[in-house]
C-alpha cells in the first residue's frame, strides 16, 4: 500500500505536470479549427510554419499561452472568437492576418510584437480599436479595411516606419490620431472612412501630413 508520503509525491508530480509550459518546436504550419486541434497545437512553442485559426467556434486561444514564435499568424473566420490574450508571450511573427472575426473587438495580446512585414486587419464586425498592436514600431504594410466598428488607431502609436498605409471603408472611424509617430511612409491610402472625412480635424492634420511624407 502507497504511504501518505509517496502518495504526496505522485500527487505533487502530476501537479507539475499539469503547468508544464510547452517547449517543444513544431515544423511546418500548423491549422487549428477545433478543439481537438487546439489541444495539439498547445504543445508548440514556436512553429516554423504558419499558424492558421480558421473557421472555428472557438471562444478563446487559451492553450497557445506558451507561444513565442510562428511565420505567419493567420486568424480568419472565427465566429465566436472574442479575444487574443492567450497570444501574450507571442513575440516574432513576419505577419499578422485577421478577417472576418465578428466577435472580436480587438488585437490585446499581441503586444510583445515589434516588427512585422505585414499587418492586415479585415471586415472584423465587431473591432473597435486596434488595442494589442502597442508594440510595433515598424511593419512593411499595413492594411485596415472595412472594420465598421472601429473608431480609433491609437494601438498603432509605436509605428515609425511603414511602407504602404492603407485605411479604408472603416466607416465610425474618427481619428488618425494614434499615427503621430510614423516619420517614414512610401505610399498611403485613406479613403472611405465616413467619419473621418467628414468631420474630426486631428484626423485631417495627420493625413495631411502622412500623405506628405509620401510624396
Known sequence: ?????????????????????????????????????????SACSSITGDLRITGSDLETLSGLEDLTSVDHLVIVGNTRLSNLSALHNLSHTAGIYVAENPALRDLAGLEQISAVDGI???????????HGLEGVRSAT????????????MTGLSSLREVRTLDVERNPSLGSLGGLEKVGAVE??????????ESRNEIGFRARQKLLALAK
Request: hydrophobic residues 45%.
Open 1 to 41: 500500500m502507497a504511504t501518505k508520503a509517496t502518495m504526496a509525491v505522485v500527487a505533487m508530480a502530476l501537479a507539475m505536470t499539469g503547468c508544464a509550459k510547452a517547449t517543444h518546436s513544431c515544423t511546418g504550419s500548423v491549422e487549428v479549427e477545433t478543439a481537438e486541434d487546439m489541444q495539439r497545437a
Open 141 to 152: 504594410d499595413v492594411t485596415v479595411v472595412d472594420n465598421p466598428a472601429l473608431r480609433t
Open 120 to 130: 492586415v486587419v479585415h471586415g472584423n464586425a465587431s473591432l473597435v480599436s486596434l
Open 187 to 196: 505610399q498611403v491610402w485613406i479613403r472611405g472612412n465616413e467619419s473621418l
